[in-house]
């Protein structure tokens, strides 16, 4: 058994959880729904949690089959935010606000666009900041899958903003 106690480590993965919860949600307000069932399920099944194991790997995939298990009902309850009203809003320069605004729409409808397993591994390596082993472990899959998910994510954004790869630019 560690030497932490695994509910104080609960509570400092919430920031964390949040950001992943975020990534995958797009909403905070579901984003916090989504910590909030995680954690719940979490203290149901305390005792499945093995003590020698990463309490932050078994959250995330809590999290995840959560978000995946909720996905029917959420799509069909799911509305696209109102773009109408945001280009509304003027800021300093209105037009690079409303440019920025549009940009940051698209990427946040790109990223929902990916398939479910590239969208997750990119949450957690870029939003998270997990390594990829951290994250192979989180979804229980080989170090190479995780990086061709990425790769194939990271691929389709760039080919979404006009952009190239990192590597050929």
Do not use: N
Request: net charge neutral; hydrophobic share 45%; with cysteine.
């Amino acid at each position: 058994m560690s030497a932490t106690d695994p509910r104080a480590e609960l509570v400092s993965l919430l920031p964390r959880l949040r950001r992943f919860a975020f990534g995958l949600t797009g909403d905070a307000h579901v984003a916090d729904d989504l910590v909030q069932a995680g954690c719940l399920k979490a203290i149901e099944r305390w005792h499945q949690w093995q003590p020698d194991t990463s309490l932050a790997s078994w959250m995330f995939r809590i999290l995840q089959t959560t978000w995946v298990d909720d996905y029917r009902s959420r799509q069909r309850q799911q509305t696209e935010a109102d773009s109408d009203a945001l280009e509304a809003i003027a800021g300093e320069d209105g037009r690079r606000v409303v440019e920025a605004r549009s940009d940051a729409r698209m990427v946040r409808r790109v990223i929902g666009e990916l398939p479910e397993e590239q969208r997750v591994v990119l949450m957690m390596i870029t939003v998270d900041g997990l390594s990829y082993k951290e994250t192979a472990a989180a979804l229980g899959v080989p170090m190479g899958t995780v990086m061709s998910r990425l790769a194939r994510a990271r691929a389709r954004l760039a080919d979404a903003i006009g952009g190239a790869p990192d590597g050929a630019r």
